[in-house]
T-cell receptor, first 113, second 111 residues
Framework: DAGVIQSPRHEVTEMGQEVTLRCKPI?????LFWYRQTMMRGLELLIY????????DSGMPEDRFSAKMPNASFSTLKIQPSEPRDSAVYFC???????????FGSGTRLTVV | DAKTTQPTSMDCAEGRAANLPCNHS???????VYWYRQIHSQGPQYIIH???NNETNEMASLIITEDRKSSTLILPHATLRDTAVYYC????????????FGKGTKLSVKP
């Protein structure tokens, strides 16, 4: 089992550009979560899906952020346009039916300059 | 807001047991206690969870008080690789899957 796979590992982009982060959950997991981590705010839940359907997106900071899960094996988090304050590590996690533990990916470190 | 209170930091000698406390005085009857850890620059790692009874797995033991208002994570023989931030989280574990991470406890295991 390769675990939760995120790409890219690092992304540096200029302010105003579109950024797409990708996640492949563990096969068979029903839940997928996107988190963001910064020094100031710690780990924040952005959105989570159950069976490919978004359940709670109340953590998405603003309309510039969008997330999709077109099928059970792939999800994207898009930021358009990106801003320097979006710089953070973005983690994807997946889980079997709760209350199981989550498996996190290695994260994508995003730097917006 | 996180519903748990943890010490900011703790030290532990290598080879000794590390006991990490967590207060969750407002926990409701159907909320679970979860523990995760995050080693520097890696994604958080699930350790263990429990509802009422004490739990043990290959990584750690979880001791929950009878009134469920506090718990302790025990790493029986801490190693240098256990140095990490440890998060205690309470959550329903049902359809509301959003684990809310607080600031956690920075555990430093020293030789």
């Amino acid at each position: 089992d390769a675990g939760v796979i995120q790409s890219p590992r690092h992304e540096v982009t200029e302010m105003g550009q579109e950024v797409t982060l990708r996640c492949k959950p563990i096969s068979g997991h029903d839940y997928l979560f996107w988190y963001r981590q910064t020094m100031m705010r710690g780990l924040e839940l952005l959105i989570y899906f159950n069976n490919n359907v978004p359940i709670d997106d109340s953590g998405m900071p603003e309309d510039r952020f969008s997330a999709k899960m077109p099928n059970a094996s792939f999800s994207t988090l898009k930021i358009q346009p990106s801003e320097p304050r979006d710089s953070a590590v973005y983690f994807c996690a997946s889980s079997l039916a709760l209350p199981r533990g989550y498996t996190f990916g290695s994260g994508t470190r995003l730097t917006v300059v | 807001d996180a519903k748990t209170t943890q010490p900011t930091s703790m030290d532990c000698a290598e080879g000794r047991a590390a006991n990490l406390p967590c207060n969750h005085s407002t926990i409701s009857g159907n909320e679970y206690v979860y523990w995760y850890r995050q080693i520097h620059s890696q994604g958080p790692q699930y350790i263990i969870h429990g509802l009422k009874n004490n739990e043990t797995n290959e990584m750690a033991s979880l001791i929950i008080t009878e009134d469920r208002k506090s718990s302790t994570l025990i790493l029986p023989h801490a190693t240098l690789r256990d140095t990490a931030v440890y998060y205690c989280i309470v959550n329903y574990g049902g359809s509301q899957g959003n684990l809310i991470f607080g600031k956690g406890t920075k555990l430093s295991v020293k030789p």
